[in-house]
C-alpha cells in the first residue's frame, strides 16, 4: 500500500508540475516576458516544485528530516548524477559567465545552509535546528537571487535580439495555450502537487518505518531522487536535442530554488529539527558544487568530459553506499 501511495504521489507530482509549468509559461508569454526570464523563473519553479510540495507536507507532518534530506538529497542528485549523466551523453560546454557567478553562487547556498544547520558546533545549542529566522534569511537570498536574475535578463534581452535558432527552440518549448486552459493547467497542477504531494510523503514515511530505515536516509535517496526526476528528463532531452549546456542552467537553478525558497519556505512555516541529516550530508553537498566548478574550470577547457561525468556518477554512487553503510 504505502509502495502505490509513493508510486501514485510521484505521478502526481511529476503531472501537476508539468501542468503548471506549460500554464504559467503561456501566460508568461502572453504577457511577452522574456523567455530567458521564464526558464530562468518559472521552469526553474516547474522542475523544483515536486521539492518544494514534499518539503512543505512533510514539514507540516513533523517529518523535518524527509523535508531537509529531501533538498540536501535533490541538490546531490541534480550535481553529481544530472551532470554526469548528461556528460556521458553529451559533454557540457560551461560559459565563462556561469563559472565566475552562478556556479560559485551555488556552492555560496550550500556553504550558508552548512552554517545555519549547525547550532551545536557553533553556537553551543543542544541541537542542530533551522528555525524561522533561518527560514526567512534564506528567503532573502532567494529575493537577492531573483533580482540579479531579473536585472541581468531584461537588459540583455532588449538589447540584444535572440538568435533565430534559441527563438526557435523557445517558441517549440513555449506553447501558447488559451486562456482557460492556461488557468485550467495552473490550477490542475497546483492541487495534483499538493495531493500528490501528501500521497508522497505518507508513503515514504511508511516504507521508512515499516523497514527500520530512518526518514533521513529515505530523504536523502529515495525521495530525493523521485522528486530529482523533472530536472533529469530536462536534462536528458536537452543532451538528446544537442543542447547540454541547458543542463547546467537546470541544476544550478533548481539547486538555488531549493536552498533558499523550498528549504526558506519550510523552515518558516515550523521550524525543522535536524535529528538525522549530519555533516557527512552537508560537506558532500559543498563538495559536489566544488567538484562542479573544478572540473568546469580546469583539464578541458570550460568543458564537463565523458570522464568528467563518469567520475562525478561514481562519487554518488559511492555517497550512497556510505549511506547505506552507515545505517
Known amino acids: 500500500m504505502n509502495i502505490l501511495l509513493l508510486i501514485g504521489g510521484l505521478i502526481l507530482i511529476l503531472l501537476g508540475a508539468n501542468g503548471l509549468t506549460d500554464g504559467a509559461a503561456s501566460v508568461a508569454k502572453r504577457f511577452r516576458i522574456p523567455s530567458i526570464v521564464i526558464g530562468l523563473?518559472?521552469?526553474?519553479?516547474?522542475?523544483?516544485?515536486?521539492?518544494?510540495?514534499?518539503?512543505?507536507?512533510?514539514a507540516?507532518?513533523?517529518s523535518a528530516d524527509i523535508a531537509i534530506g529531501n533538498v540536501v538529497g535533490s541538490n546531490i542528485f541534480n550535481t553529481l548524477m544530472i551532470v554526469g549523466c548528461t556528460a556521458l551523453f553529451a559533454p557540457i560546454v560551461i560559459t565563462r559567465n556561469t563559472l565566475r557567478k552562478e556556479i560559485p553562487l551555488c556552492i555560496l547556498s550550500s556553504v550558508v545552509l552548512l552554517i545555519c544547520a549547525n547550532d551545536i558546533f557553533l553556537d553551543n545549542a543542544t541541537e542542530n535546528i533551522l528555525n524561522r529566522v533561518d527560514g526567512l534569511l534564506l528567503l532573502?537570498?532567494?529575493?537577492?537571487?531573483?533580482?540579479?536574475?531579473f536585472a541581468i535578463a531584461f537588459p540583455k534581452s532588449s538589447a540584444t535580439p535572440e538568435p533565430a535558432e534559441h527563438a526557435a527552440v523557445q517558441e517549440e518549448e513555449i506553447k501558447l495555450l488559451s486562456w482557460w486552459k492556461s488557468i485550467l493547467y495552473i490550477i490542475g497542477g497546483l492541487a495534483a502537487l499538493i495531493y500528490g504531494g501528501q500521497l508522497f510523503v505518507n508513503g515514504a514515511t511508511g516504507i521508512a518505518r515499516s523497514m527500520g530505515v530512518s526518514e533521513s536516509i529515505i530523504g536523502l535517496t529515495l525521495v530525493a531522487g523521485g522528486t530529482s526526476l523533472p530536472e533529469l528528463a530536462t536534462s536528458i532531452v536537452a543532451a538528446l536535442k544537442k543542447n547540454p549546456e541547458i543542463a547546467i542552467g537546470n541544476v544550478i537553478g533548481s539547486n538555488l530554488f531549493n536552498i533558499f525558497f523550498v528549504l526558506g519556505c519550510s523552515a518558516s512555516i515550523t521550524p525543522l529539527h535536524l535529528s538525522g541529516i549530519t555533516n557527512f550530508d552537508l560537506f558532500t553537498l559543498v563538495g559536489?558544487?566544488?567538484?562542479?566548478?573544478?572540473?568546469?574550470?580546469f583539464f578541458a577547457k570550460r568543458t564537463i568530459t565523458r570522464i568528467e561525468g563518469g567520475i562525478m556518477i561514481l562519487c554518488y554512487v559511492a555517497y550512497t553506499m556510505v549511506l547505506i553503510y552507515n545505517t
Open 41 to 58: 523563473t518559472i521552469v526553474a519553479f516547474g522542475t523544483s516544485a515536486p521539492e518544494l510540495t514534499v518539503s512543505v507536507a512533510s
Open 60 to 62: 507540516l507532518k513533523g
Open 288 to 297: 559536489s558544487s566544488i567538484l562542479l566548478w573544478l572540473f568546469g574550470l
Open 140 to 149: 532573502c537570498f532567494f529575493a537577492i537571487f531573483m533580482g540579479y536574475t
